[in-house]
C-alpha cells in the first residue's frame, strides 16, 4: 500500500489479525515467565491461604495480578479442587477475587505508553540472552511479554483507527449502542473466540479511544467478556468431579448474574463512568475509560457476590446434583506441628493419606479398563484427573516421611514408615501404568485400530484378575489384614503365566499376520500393575514377621 492510496479491507484485517495475535503471545510469554519467577509456591499459596472467603478472595486477587489472566487463576484452581486440595467452598472466593484481580491489566494497558514497547522488547530480549542469571532471564521474559502486549495493541490501534473511517464499520458500531444486549452478545463471543478478556478490552480502549464507538456500547462489550471468561472453567471441569463442575457453574452464575444485573443498570452505570471521565480525564475519550468501566463493575460485583457466596454456593449445588464420590485427600491432616511433638500421630495421620492414594489408585485402573473397551472420554478425563491426584500425593507424602525421619527414634516406627515409603513408589507406578494403558488406547482410537476378538477376550480376563488383586492389595494395605496379602502373592503368579500364555498366543496370530498393534506393550503394563501388588503385598507381610 503506498502513499496517498486508500487502504485495502484485506490489508487493515491483516493488521489488526497480526496485532492480535502478537498481543496474545505477549500475553502468554507474560504470564508464563510470571509463573516461572514465582516457581510452585504460588499453586501452594492458594492451597494453603484459602480457609476463609474473605482470604481466598484476597488470594484471588493477588494471584490473577501475578499472572495478568483470571482464566489461568480459573483453571488452576478448578484443577486444585479436581485434585482434591481446595473444597468447594474455597474455591467460590479465589474465583470471586480473579475476576477483581483482572482489572489490573486493563489499567495498565490503558495507560498508553505504546511508545516504549520496542523498546521494552528489547531490553526483555537482551535480558534473556545474555544475562547470566536465571532470575534476571525470567524478569527479562516479564518485560519482553509487556514489549509485546504493547506493541501488539499500538499495531491495532493504528488499524482499527482506519477502519473507523468507513461508514458500514461506524454503523455497525452504532448499532451495538443502541442494542446494549448485542454489545453483551459480541462481547462474549469474541472472549470465547480469543481467549482472552484481557485482548477484547485491549481492542475496546482503542475502538473508544478512536470516538465512534460510544461509551454504553463499549460498556456492552466490556459486559459480554465477562461472560465469555467463563469458558475456560467450563473445559477445565469437563470430566472432573462434582465439586469441579459446582466450582465452573459458580463462575458462570457469578459472571452471568453480575452482566445480568449491570445491562439492566447499563444507563445509569455508564452515566456513572461518564461523569469519572468528567472528572479524572477532563472528558477526553481515552483508553482509561474503559478501564474504569471494567474496574467498577467487578468491583461492585466482588461487593454485591461476597455477601451472597452462601446462596450462589447453594444455587451451584442446585445447578450439578449428586454426591461426589471422588475421594477428597485431606492433606491438611500432614500437620508439621505433629512431626517432633508426636510422631506416631504424625505416622497415623500419614496412613490415612496413604490409604486414600491407594483408593485413588484402584479407582484409575476401573477408568483404564473401562476406556480400554469403550471410547468413554469421560473415563479419559477422569483418568488424567486422577494421575494428577495420584502425583500430587506422591510428592506431599513422600514429603512428609522425608521430615518426619528426622524425630523417629523407635525401631518399630521407623520399619513402618519405611514400608509406607514403599507402599507410596508402588502405589505411583502403579498409576503410571495405568497411565500408560490410557495412552495405548488413546492411540488406538486416533489410528482406528480395534482388538481382534481373542485378543480382547484374553485382555478382559487377565484385567478381572488384575482388577481381584488390586482390590485385596489395597484392603490388605489399609486394614493390615495379612490373609489379603498373602492371596495376592499366589494370584501372582498365576497372572505371570496367564501373561506368558497371552505373549505366546499373541506370537502365534503374528506369524499368521493377525497381530494386535501395542498388545505387547498393553500386556507388558498389565503385568508390572501385578508385580507392584506383589511388592506392596511382600512388604507388609515382611512388617508382621518379629524384628
Known amino acids: ?34 509463573k516461572l519467577l514465582a516457581g510452585h509456591r504460588l499453586k501452594l499459596l492458594i492451597e494453603k491461604s484459602t480457609s476463609t472467603t474473605f482470604k481466598a478472595l484476597l488470594i484471588g486477587v493477588f494471584v490473577t495480578v501475578l499472572l495478568q489472566t483470571s482464566t489461568g487463576t480459573t483453571a488452576l484452581t478448578v484443577s486444585l479442587v479436581r485434585a482434591g486440595l481446595m473444597t468447594f467452598p474455597q474455591a467460590v472466593g479465589v474465583i470471586i477475587g ?45 518485560v519482553f511479554g509487556f514489549g509485546m502486549v504493547f506493541f501488539g495493541l499500538d499495531l491495532m490501534g493504528d488499524s482499527l483507527s482506519v477502519f473507523t473511517e468507513y461508514d458500514a464499520f461506524e454503523r455497525m458500531l452504532i448499532t451495538v449502542s443502541d442494542i446494549p444486549v448485542l454489545g453483551v452478545a459480541v462481547g462474549t463471543v469474541a472472549t470465547i473466540s480469543v481467549q482472552s478478556s484481557t485482548a477484547v478490552i485491549g481492542i475496546l480502549q482503542r475502538l473508544y479511544a478512536t470516538g465512534t464507538l460510544p461509551l454504553i456500547g463499549a460498556v456492552a462489550i466490556v459486559l459480554g467478556s465477562n461472560i465469555g471468561t467463563t469458558v475456560t472453567a467450563v473445559l477445565a471441569a469437563v470430566g472432573g468431579s462434582v465439586a469441579a463442575k459446582r466450582t465452573a ?55 454485591v457476590m461476597f455477601f451472597l457466596v452462601k446462596q450462589l454456593t447453594a444455587l451451584s449445588k442446585r445447578m450439578v446434583r449428586g454426591t461426589d464420590q471422588d475421594v477428597v485427600l485431606n492433606v491438611d491432616s500432614l500437620q508439621d506441628s505433629l512431626l517432633r511433638k508426636a510422631p506416631s500421630l504424625a505416622l497415623e495421620n500419614a496412613k490415612g493419606v496413604l490409604d486414600s492414594m491407594a483408593d485413588i489408585v484402584q479407582d484409575m485402573f476401573r477408568s483404564s479398563v473401562t476406556y480400554s473397551f469403550t471410547t468413554d472420554k469421560k473415563a479419559l ?102 490373609r489379603a496379602a498373602e492371596s495376592v502373592l499366589v494370584d501372582e503368579e498365576l497372572l505371570d503365566e496367564k501373561i506368558r500364555t497371552a505373549r505366546k498366543e499373541h506370537l502365534e496370530r503374528s506369524r499368521r499376520g493377525q497381530a494386535d498393534e501395542l498388545y505387547i506393550d498393553i500386556l507388558s503394563n498389565v503385568e508390572r500393575i501385578g508385580d507392584h501388588c506383589e511388592n506392596i503385598a511382600r512388604n507388609l507381610l515382611a512388617l508382621s514377621r518379629p524384628r
Open 381 to 482: 478425563e477422569r483418568g488424567r484427573m486422577l494421575e494428577e491426584m495420584v502425583d500430587t500425593t506422591d510428592s506431599k507424602l513422600y514429603g512428609y516421611l522425608v521430615r518426619l525421619s528426622e524425630s523417629i527414634e523407635d525401631p518399630e516406627l521407623a520399619d513402618r514408615q519405611g514400608t509406607f515409603f514403599e507402599s507410596i513408589h508402588d502405589l505411583e507406578r502403579i498409576g503410571d501404568h495405568c497411565q500408560n494403558l490410557f495412552d495405548f488406547f488413546e492411540e488406538r482410537r486416533e489410528r482406528r485400530l480395534s482388538l481382534s476378538e481373542a485378543s480382547a477376550k484374553k485382555l478382559r480376563s487377565l484385567y478381572a484378575h488384575v482388577s481381584d488383586m488390586l482390590e485385596r492389595t489395597v484392603r490388605a494395605l489399609k486394614e493390615e489384614d495379612l
Open 98 to 142: 480473579a475476576n477483581l484481580g483482572t482489572t489490573a491489566t486493563s489499567f495498565i494497558i490503558g495507560l498508553q505508553i505504546e511508545e516504549y514497547a520496542l523498546l521494552m522488547v528489547a531490553a526483555g530480549v537482551f535480558a534473556q540472552l545474555f544475562s547470566p542469571s536465571l532470575r534476571f532471564q525470567r524478569i527479562g521474559g516479564v
Open 1 to 34: 500500500m503506498t502513499l496517498g492510496e486508500s487502504p485495502h479491507w484485506s490489508d487493515l484485517a491483516i493488521l489488526v489479525i497480526g496485532g492480535l495475535a502478537i498481543f496474545l503471545f505477549g500475553i502468554r510469554k507474560l504470564s508464563d515467565s510470571l
Open 249 to 303: 457453574a459458580a463462575h458462570v452464575l457469578y459472571n452471568l448474574g453480575g452482566s445480568i444485573l449491570f445491562l439492566i443498570l447499563i444507563v445509569p452505570y455508564t452515566a456513572f463512568i461518564m461523569m469519572l471521565q468528567d472528572i479524572w480525564l477532563d472528558g477526553q475519550t481515552v483508553p482509561l475509560t474503559i478501564s474504569f468501566a471494567h474496574i467498577f463493575f467487578n468491583l461492585f460485583n466482588t461487593i
